[in-house]
């Protein structure tokens, strides 16, 4: 469980310091404290945009249990240049988030893209001490701050061919397969009381890719437990996908298979992608909110569902301005080129849309008291 009391606590009093200005107002979203009432973490990513724009900080520790580092905690944002790293942004903003009463997540510790040119003039044995050194520092440096990692991103891509379906990269090209179980040993000795989690993408999707990431994700987790790892949770993303095929039961049950190892499970990385959906923003909007609400109807029903996470909780900071196949796929649907996604439960005024709705209905309707 990633939220002790003492942040449970902390969390609640955050929310109810910004309450009293709002009092007049009509009854006030607060989707971390209606997901706490079942038992649920809630919580986004942010990064350095809260240092700027402190009122969407304040939405965050409003609406939050849990704030996971977007990207400032990732290998290639602390040593872009070479081994040292600089940890002068990451501190500022885990230490802003535990102050504002947020349960810290680390996404990314280990993941084989996003690597930095650098890392390919090492050999195999430089690079992976250079993979201890960094669970080493980091982990160590943030313990008790950063209460969560996920220790390895996105293990699987089968459509790199390699054998067993692994991701090409770096990391797996040094050490095969092996790299995973290494590093969440060294995140364990380096914070035993932080929950480690292995994260993967696109499982939700029962395309060709989801179909071919599930089985070998699920036969890891069965390894690693196997071999006695301390593997507290796997994390699904849930970048949704309503224009691939998807089938909310079957991935339901797949989780429950993955929990039946005694893992916690969490919904990591929660957001819709809305390129294929037309411009108007109330079509987009509604969109948007039913997949979100069908999504969360499913996963939540499952035992061991710890943690909804929405990657950004607002349409101003969406990852998605910045990735060029979004764009593209924009153009491709008969979408206008460079329009603003929708994609999030707080629209880019920071104002709740149809899908916080749907996800706090969603989560109330399934209270566990
Ligand atoms: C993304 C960030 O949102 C971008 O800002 C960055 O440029 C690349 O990484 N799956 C993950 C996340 O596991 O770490 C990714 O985050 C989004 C997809």
Known sequence: MIVDRRQFFAGVAAAALVRPAMAQAAPVLNLGSI????????????DREVLEDPSYGQLIAEQCMVGALENSLKFDWLRPKGPDADYAVADQL???????????????????????????????????????????????RYAGRVRSWDVVNEPFFPMHGMEGGYRKGLWFEAMGPDFIPRAFKRAQAADPSAQLVLNEAFCEQFDELGNSVRPPLKDLVARLKDQGIKLDAVGFQGHLKPYLPFDDTAFAAYLAEIAAMDVD????????????????????????????????????????????????????????????WYAEMVGESGGTPGRAPRSHL????????????????TMRRLSRS
């Not at 997901?35 to 942010?46: E, H, K, T, Y």
């Open 346 to 361: 707080f629209d880019a005024d920071l104002k709740p849309k149809a899908a916080a709705e749907a996800a706090a209905e």
């Open 94 to 140: 885990v230490d802003l988030a535990n102050s504002r009463g947020l349960a810290v997540r680390g996404t990314a510790l280990i993941w084989n893209d996003w690597l930095p040119d650098w890392l390919e003039e090492l050999d195999a044995r430089a690079i992976a001490s250079t993979m201890d050194r960094h669970i080493d520092e980091t982990v160590g």
């Open 265 to 324: 499970l969490m919904i990591t990385e929660l957001d819709v992608d809305d390129s294929h959906l037309p411009d108007d923003a109330g079509t987009r909007d509604a969109a948007v909110a039913a997949r979100v609400s069908q999504f969360l109807d499913a996963v939540l029903q499952v035992p061991r569902m710890k943690s909804v996470i929405c990657w950004h909780l607002s349409d101003r900071y969406s990852w998605y301005r910045h990735a060029d």
């Open 35 to 46: 997901a706490a009432a079942r038992g649920l973490a809630f919580g986004s990513a942010f």
